[in-house]
């Protein structure tokens, strides 16, 4: 069965730092969603793709945060500086082109800032 | 998008049926009632959506109330890997379709 694949599983790094995030969605998938969640709440949607194209930015913090999706394919989630607040888990997921088709998730990572 | 109301916690034992409910008065039109589960370090797998008809499939049941005001996830034989935080959502089927997660609830089936 298909998956989302995410990089890394787990992510440790000291503030001020630079981290980043892959996400390979199922292969077919035009949307692709980057959410954080923070411990004991439920995902928040950052950033959504159209293929290459960003459709939702609205709650991506754009000083700290940037997404790309070059090609349309794979995407990259960056924070430089990362700040303590940043800790959280970091889900990709995909859908399909139909306006009622179903999300699915990657593994996430987890991200922790010392 | 319109907001749901769910209870933070239940409890159900192995076996028996699993009924969580879930309330979204606002609810509009053009929305569609979606259920994800998120076990423990995962991420959410989805179970089931509709919009104004009962669901069925082969993880769960869907009842949704004729004025869409509210709806039940059933799980019929709940075992110890359904323990698991269930979402409810409400989502439109036009713009950028984005979920908006609750805290959902969080469901501990017992032995």
């Known amino acids: 069965e298909a998956e989302v694949a995410q990089s890394p599983r787990y992510k440790i790094t000291e503030k001020s730092q630079a981290v980043a995030f892959w996400c390979d969605p199922i292969?077919?998938?035009?949307?692709l969603y980057w959410y954080r969640q923070i411990l004991g709440q439920g995902p928040e949607l950052l950033v959504q793709?159209?293929?290459?194209?960003?459709?939702?930015d609205s709650q991506l913090p754009k000083d700290r945060f940037s997404a790309e999706r070059l090609k349309g394919v794979d995407s990259t989630l960056k924070i430089q500086p990362a700040e303590l607040g940043d800790s959280a888990m970091y889900l990709c997921a995909s859908s399909g082109d139909r306006q009622y088709n179903e999300q699915f998730f990657g593994p996430g990572t987890r991200l922790t800032v010392l | 998008d319109a907001k749901t109301t769910q209870p933070p916690s239940m409890d159900c034992a192995e076996g028996r049926a699993a009924n969580l409910p879930c309330n979204h008065s606002t609810i509009s039109g053009n929305e569609y009632v979606y259920w994800y589960r998120q076990i423990h370090s995962q991420g959410p797998q989805y179970i089931i959506h509709?919009?104004?008809n009962n669901e069925t499939n082969e993880m769960a049941s869907l009842i949704i109330t004729e004025d869409r005001k509210s709806s039940t996830l059933i799980l019929p034989h709940a075992t110890l890997r359904d323990t698991a935080v269930y979402y409810c959502i409400v989502r439109r089927t036009s713009g950028t379709y984005k979920y908006i997660f609750g805290t959902g609830t969080r469901l501990k089936v017992l032995a």
């Open positions: 292969s077919g998938h035009a949307t």
């Open positions: 509709g919009l104004k």
């Open positions: 793709f159209q293929d290459e194209s960003v459709v939702d």
